[in-house]
């Protein structure tokens, strides 16, 4: 079995509450996940061991928006203008860069296997093993292993390394009610499908025997 550690949406626009952006300065990140920022040191250990151990992939995904994207408010969709393609908003969070032989596939939906290559690009260097880490639980991790599990791979989610939103608050206060208890259910969905829940030390040793 060949292993790929997978890395969702750890952009600055997700991840940072401020960063640095060029001529604009100190800006805040569009779409923060609460709580992510613990799971950044997880995600690096992998990262460098992977790194180490050249039989473990490492695959990153990234929202790449376009700026009148459908899935942004007044142009179809329902969120905020995030991770726009080319801006630091849509860079990989320093602390977990990708190296040049890492895999980085761009999407524009919430779902990794939206990107055309993201199947083939795997099958040719032999996964069959997916971990899955980075946000958000119930968006596009649980895409990724929701779609990895239907094609076939078998899928470890990290439960140390994602993070979620759970119940979305709108600015006038009220709060979205589907969106409650969001994370629970996606967690339940994913091991209900057959996603095995892992912690980060035992994914270190996993990798590399
Ligand atoms: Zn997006």
Known sequence: MTKAIVVVDMLNDFVKKEYEDGQNGLVKGKLVVEGVE????????????????????????????????????????????????????????????????DVVLEKQTLFMFSNPDADAVLRQKGVDELYITGV?????????????????????????????????????GTSVPETKGAVARALMEMGNAGARPVYTARVLEEIVR
Not at 54 to 82: L, T
Not at 144 to 168: F, H, M, Q, S, T
């Open 38 to 101: 613990g799971i950044v040191n997880n995600i690096r250990k992998m990262r460098n061991v992977a790194g180490l151990y050249a039989g473990v992939s490492m695959v990153y995904a990234n929202d790449a928006h376009a700026k009148e994207d459908p899935e942004f408010i007044g142009y179809g969709g329902n969120w905020p203008e995030h991770c726009v393609k080319g801006t630091t908003g849509a860079e990989v969070v320093p602390d977990l860069m990708p190296f040049a032989a």
């Open 136 to 172: 958000a639980t119930e968006y596009c991790v649980r895409a990724a292993a929701l779609d990895a599990i239907a094609r076939g791979y078998k899928v470890n989610v990290v439960v140390d390394a994602i993070a979620g939103v759970d119940e979305i608050v709108l600015a006038d």
